[in-house]
């Protein structure tokens, strides 16, 4: 299986496993707990924060660990919706959100809360202008992706954040699809929040990480004792607390490198040789994560086009329902035509994807270009 879906979940890194495995055979203590156990595994908690907090440039107390990226989204949206009921209902998004971001808005709209969603350019782009045009007395919170998970752009967060400073209103952003991919510095964005998830860097699935700035206190999820300094009650996971930590470190490293940003652009290159204009990339050319290609073939459907390339693994950018195809909501929400849209495919190199695998996906496409 020649695996190109490395932005729905990457495998787990072996060096991230083996610093598991001390923790499900022998380390089981509470963290919690005053013994020997108990402090041995606070202490491997407190070292796992701040191997997260390195990655993004914060201190260790303004790490969350969660459950993964919908669980931080989920607090951040809902708690600083109820924290901040009394000042304001109104929350802002754009229209390409996780559904991670819009579901949570949808179930906040039914409780009587304002929700706008900010439209994009032909590249996916939200303009920061627009936010500023949205706000209002009653705006408590804006939230805004740092890149986009179908097609890699990158957002202007920096500059929206400048807005929101302005205009003191509460930022955040979901970096899910960034880290360890581009770098994200948290002082340098000034965000108020920041989503990580676990799976999207070489760690398992089910844990995650959430930033919040020092001085902000928001309504937890959780409810329950005083685990996560009060902010997420439940026993911590030591298990996976400590592989997201070392998945972040193993991510310092990887950041230095340009392997797969060399690797994403001969593809690409190999698909306009091969293809010209019947291709169209979806998505901005420069400004976006780069292991990210999301190609649409002209003339084809993208469920074809994977059906096509047997053992290989990668994603569509549309769906089926009972015999007719529909393009995603966020190449929708870009402009893309239904006839562009339909031949969507996504695919997205990792750590682990070689020349030799790009060549066989390539020479696989033979049949598509006849």
Do not use: W
Request: proline share 4%.
């Amino acid at each position: 299986m020649i695996y190109l879906d490395y932005n729905a979940t990457t495998p787990i890194d072996k060096e991230v496993a083996d610093a598991m495995l001390p923790y499900l055979y022998g380390n089981y203590g509470n963290p919690s707990s005053s013994h020997e156990l108990g402090v041995s595994a606070k202490s491997a908690v407190d070292n796992a924060r701040k191997q997260v907090a390195i990655l993004l440039n914060c201190s260790p107390e303004e790490i969350l660990f969660t459950s993964g990226g919908s669980e931080s989204n989920n607090t951040v949206i809902k708690g600083v919706a109820f924290t901040y009921k009394n000042r304001g209902n109104h929350i802002i998004t754009s229209q390409v959100e996780h559904p991670a971001i819009i579901n949570p808005c949808k179930y906040l709209e039914k409780l009587g809360y304002e929700v706008s969603y900010l439209p994009v350019d032909e590249y996916g782009i939200v303009n920061p202008s627009d936010v500023e045009k949205l706000i209002t007395e009653k705006t408590i919170l804006v939230t805004i992706m740092h890149s986009n998970n179908e097609t890699g752009t990158l957002q202007l967060i920096e500059e929206i954040s400048k807005v929101c400073k302005k205009h003191n209103v509460l930022f955040h952003t979901d970096a899910s699809q960034s880290i360890g991919k581009v770098q994200v510095d948290v002082k340098n964005l000034n965000v108020d929040f920041l989503t990580v998830a676990g799976h999207k860097l070489y760690a398992p699935k089910g844990i995650g990480a959430l930033f919040i700035r020092n001085g902000i206190n928001i309504e937890p999820l959780i409810h329950g004792a005083g685990h996560e300094s009060g902010k997420r009650a439940g026993t911590e996971n030591i298990i996976l607390d400590v592989a997201l930590g070392k998945a972040c470190e193993i991510a310092m490293e990887a950041l230095k490198g340009s392997e797969i940003k060399q690797l994403t652009e001969y593809f690409y290159n190999k698909l306009k040789e091969k293809f010209g204009d019947k291709i169209h990339l979806n998505g901005h050319p420069e400004k976006k994560l780069p292991n990210t290609l999301n190609i649409s073939f002209i003339g084809h459907n993208g469920h074809e086009v994977l059906n096509s390339l047997n053992e290989v693994a990668a994603s569509t950018g549309s769906a089926c329902h009972s015999g007719m195809t529909t393009i995603s909501p966020v190449l929708k929400a870009m402009g893309v035509s239904d006839e562009v849209g339909r031949g969507a495919v996504r695919f997205t190199l990792g750590r682990y994807t070689t020349k030799e695998e790009i060549d066989k996906v390539i020479k696989k496409l033979n049949n598509l270009s006849n």
